[in-house]
């Protein structure tokens, strides 16, 4: 379905008169939507009551940089796809329909990625984590708008691998957790990245530069994570990988429970001053009206 609704608007956005295409790629993209919530909302969902949902996780440590390296990842990828349609039509002056092309090659290479990637060790991801970096750099320093579609089917089918560990390595760290709970935190990560990288493209919505900079940046993290803490795919030995895992782990916690605390107690001072303030402005006002009732 996804090759047909890309495939669609890009038929459609080079078709279409200039001034209706949009107003009518919408409408009707609206509808479509609204089928998909109405046919969603008749699932029968019964057979998920009930089920009974640990209150715990085992190795809390690889969940945490599982769960890091997915949101960096994640995080880099939605920036990437923020500023790389405005720079491709505003800077390099593409056609409009080229960034529909653009959307379809990336399903056609996500499936193909899909397949492909199915197949693989856990060890050759590493050369997706790895081929991450090249697709900002690629995007930003290409000047002919229609080799685009080529780093976007690279990007694709990288990201494809890429994401394909992360949710793996998710979902055998959480079994114990069961579909719903790994499902809704799977959904968290993934709003979460997306919440994380709308400030970038409303801040530096012009300076390209920066937000192809700040993708790279982004990227290189979570490439850096996940040869470093993810012992599946580490580039160190599998005891030093679980050992950073565990170290940046407990200095995470660590720094969480200290602003934790140092919150509460500013709130409380904050509270403290506030009502000092106030009894302070309520005997002033007493005063002056003891004062007035005297004549003074």
Known sequence: MSIIGSAAAMMMLAILPRDLKFAIIFVTGSMIGLLATLTLSTADMRHLEGIKVPKSVGKPEQMFSISSFLLTMLTSSNLLGIVW???????????????????????????????????????????????????????????????????????????????????????RYLREFGAVRSSIMLSMLTNLSQLLATPFGMLFSQDYML??????????????????????????PEEVARTYSQLIYTNSLMGYSYILETSKEVIALTVRLLALATVLALLYILYKFIFFLAGV
């Open 85 to 171: 349609t405005p720079y491709l039509m505003g800077v390099l002056g593409a056609p409009d329909y080229l960034a529909a092309a653009m959307n379809f090659v990336s399903t056609i290479f996500g499936i193909m990625g899909s397949f492909f990637w199915a197949r693989r060790s856990l060890r050759s991801f590493r050369l997706a984590i790895g081929s991450l970096m090249l697709v900002p750099i690629a995007a930003f320093i290409t000047p002919i708008p229609t080799a685009h579609l080529g780093i976007t089917a690279f990007g694709t089918f990288m990201f494809t691998g890429a994401n394909f560990l992360g949710n793996f390595l998710f979902a």
């Open 211 to 236: 937000l192809f900079a700040s993708v790279i940046f982004i990227r290189l993290l979570s490439v850096i994570l996940a040869f470093l803490t993810v012992p599946e795919v580490a580039a160190v």
